[in-house]
């Protein structure tokens, strides 16, 4: 996917994969969710949460072979869909397994499929369509000859109809009389008549009861922050069948990946509303200067000490970092992964405690890609019936080992997750 270079590579969603495409699934291709495409000459077992035991499903698998380097490299990404392990980062595994085989060359299947629709059927050779129009003429112009034959029988016909309705209303005595015209026809209204009444049958107590409010007996907190539950299948214990795994996957979706384009009109919107904003206070400090008594000599004190010079406001909600983050993800919308190794990720807050060293040749560990809660929506079980949350989270940062450690006997490497929740 990526090489060692300070661009931002973005992924997007693309289409769905779907039977017509299983063969030309390898670990060189990026994408959303499905099962996990391993070399060939690497055999893993579907990873537990060591929280609750549940399968982890795959959520993206990511190429990203390094500059100068005589392996294939490929990240895998999996995380715990039980929602009592959601916002932890135990519940999520990055592994990094590297191969040397070699990729077969698969044909492009859009240069491969031959077209079934003859150039003759709407180039100049289509002229002979004429030869069945000539053919069928005189059938036609039979038939529209017998058709207007047939419409001067419908006219006479219509033609009787109409005298006959018009007799018939003319025939017709009409009575002008309705509610309003008294005596001669609808209901008259007495002046004085006396009031409608109801009357209950009965012992009051028994027709009418008064129910007394009572307590609610569900916590109301609790139940909006319910989720949505697991499919049966999910629940039921895997350990015992390990086949029923393949069955807990994300629909498949193929990852188109571009790179980063600047928002060039954002610095150019955001200085005109500084100015703008710097315009409206020198203005007013100016009208209060002007109607004050001695002449705007206070103002003038007031602005020696300097206090009048213009700041950049913070964002609304005062967290610059959480304002730098939602500006960058909108600026290219639709993304749901950020590649960039060895570079600084977009942070909800600054982080702590994280790792420093790799477990397991004790390296540098550096920077290498992150999920978008984009992709949050994105991620559907193939056996849910509706689209539903099954993940959450506020962004997924993954560090790597800086020279990507390997031994002819390894078959993966497990990478540092680091998961920020979003804050409230």
């Known amino acids: 996917m990526a090489q060692n ?10 289409e769905i994969i779907t039977e017509k495409y299983k063969g030309q699934l390898n670990f060189t291709v990026n994408k959303i969710g499905g099962n996990p495409n391993y070399p060939s000459n690497i055999k893993l077992e579907p990873p537990t949460c060591p929280l609750c035991q549940l399968p982890r499903p795959l959520v993206v698998q990511i190429y ?52 079934k629709t003859s150039t003759t059927d709407w180039c100049p050779d289509a002229d002979d369509w004429d030869d069945d129009n000539n053919a069928n003429s005189n059938e036609k112009n039979g038939n529209v000859i017998s058709n207007m034959e047939r419409v001067s029988d419908e006219d006479e016909e219509s033609c009787s109809l109409e005298d006959s ?5 003319g025939n017709m005595n009409i009575d002008d009389r309705n509610a309003n015209s008294g005596a001669h026809g609808g209901a008259v209204g007495r002046i004085h008549s006396p009031a409608a009444t109801a009357e209950i049958e009965g ?19 609790d ?24 069955h807990i996957q994300f629909t498949p979706y193929f990852m188109s990946v571009w790179e980063e384009v600047a928002n060039s009109n954002s610095s150019g919107i955001s200085d005109r509303h500084v100015k703008e904003l710097l ?23 007031e ?41 600084n990720p977009l942070l909800l807050y600054p982080l702590q405690d994280l790792p420093k060293k790799c477990q397991y040749c004790q390296g540098e560990l550096v920077f290498e890609f992150q999920l978008i809660p984009t992709i949050i929506s994105k991620l559907k079980l193939v056996t849910d019936p509706k689209p539903c949350a099954r993940l959450e989270f ?23 997750v680091v998961l920020q929740t979003e804050a409230y």
């Open 5 to 14: 270079n300070l661009s931002v590579l973005l992924g997007f969603e693309d």
């Open 64 to 115: 990203a072979p390094l500059d100068n380097a005589v392996f294939h490299r490929t990240l895998y990404l999996f995380a715990c869909i039980n929602p009592n392990c959601w916002n932890l980062s135990e519940s999520w595994l990055c592994l990094r397994v590297q191969t040397q085989e070699k990729v077969s060359e698969i044909p492009d299947e859009a240069t491969t499929v031959i077209s």
């Open 165 to 169: 309705v018009r007799s018939g209303f």
């Open 203 to 221: 012992n009051e107590g028994e027709v009418i009861s008064i129910d007394t409010p009572t307590f609610p007996q569900h916590n109301i907190a």
């Open 223 to 246: 139940l909006l922050q319910e989720v949505t539950p697991l499919p049966h299948d999910v629940c039921q214990n895997f350990h015992s069948d390990s086949r029923r795994s393949p």
């Open 279 to 301: 315009q409206e206070y020198q203005q007013s400090k100016e009208n209060t200067r002007m109607s004050s008594p001695d002449g705007g000599g206070a103002a003038v004190q």
């Open 303 to 343: 602005g020696d000490t300097g206090f009048e010079k213009y700041e950049k406001s913070n964002p609304a909600h005062g967290d610059k970092m959480f304002h730098h983050f939602l500006s960058k993800v909108q600026a290219n919308s639709g993304q749901i992964l950020r590649y960039c190794r060895e570079s």
């Open 394 to 416: 506020g962004t997924i940062l993954v560090y790597t080992c800086k020279k990507s450690c390997w031994s002819t006997d390894a078959t993966a490497r497990v990478e540092t």
